[in-house]
């Protein structure tokens, strides 16, 4: 398994603004992932992070909003830019730890914007 | 594409009374399968997995899993649910075959649990 940390847990944000939140595992891994999770919804994955290369986006999220840094093999953050209140939601980032790539979650960042 | 349906977006049982959570699945390959339960305001924990070693899985507190692939499913179960298995419980297909796999997640099963 692996022990993933996020920062801040939670935040209230005013419309226009941008929050970085940061994710950091207690090991080295390849992929870290970053999902988003709509209030009532199921999860929906943004990105995938992998070190020393550009991130890979899914369809309907782009980097001007979700910029994403991927420094070293323990850390990573998620941008949410200029922000609306669509963008309330609980983000998760996620490594693929196991021998069958199951992944391991960190408690989430519950975002909310005014 | 992988994708899961999960059949039932609330399912209501008394305490110590069994628990059925139903789950199919489409894969174009041998597919990795799992269920992840989440807490109020907790994160997401890994309850079980499949990979094709056995199709009868064993899980955490008591809850298993059985892959049946002539009716692609993958239902949840428990004998006897405790107050504290009230959550959201997701099931979970990984897509891609080689490398890393990426997750698809159904829309959740809310599980509550009566005295």
């Known amino acids: 398994s692996a022990v993933i940390s996020q920062k801040p847990s939670r935040d209230i944000c005013q419309r226009g603004t941008s929050l970085t939140i940061q994710c950091q595992v207690d090991?080295?891994?390849?992929?870290m992932f970053w999902y988003r999770q709509q209030p009532g919804q199921s999860l929906t994955l943004i990105a995938t992070?992998?070190?020393?290369?550009?991130?890979?986006?899914e369809s309907g999220f782009v980097i001007d909003k979700f910029p994403i840094s991927r420094p070293n093999l323990t850390f990573s953050t998620l941008t949410v830019s200029n922000m609306s209140p669509e963008d309330s939601s609980i983000y998760l980032c996620?490594?693929?730890?196991?021998?069958?790539?199951?992944?391991?979650f960190g408690p989430g960042t519950r975002l909310t914007v005014l | 594409a992988q994708s899961v349906t999960q059949l039932d977006s609330h399912v209501s049982v008394s305490e110590g009374t069994p628990v059925l959570l139903r789950c199919n699945y489409s894969?174009?390959?041998?597919?990795?399968l799992f269920w992840y339960v989440q807490h109020p305001n907790k994160g997401l924990q890994l309850l079980l997995k499949y990979t094709s070693a056995a199709t009868l899985v064993k899980g955490i507190n008591g809850f298993e899993a059985e892959f049946k692939k002539s009716e692609t499913s993958f239902h949840l179960t428990k004998p006897s649910a405790h107050m504290s298995d009230a959550a959201e419980y997701f099931c979970v297909v990984s897509e891609g075959n080689t490398g890393f796999q990426k997750l698809v997640f159904g829309t959740g099963t809310r599980l509550l649990v009566s005295p």
């Open positions: 996620s490594v693929d730890r196991g021998p069958y790539n199951e992944q391991f």
């Open positions: 090991s080295q891994v390849t992929m």
């Open positions: 992070a992998n070190q020393g290369s550009e991130a890979t986006y």
């Open positions: 894969s174009s390959y041998s597919p990795s």
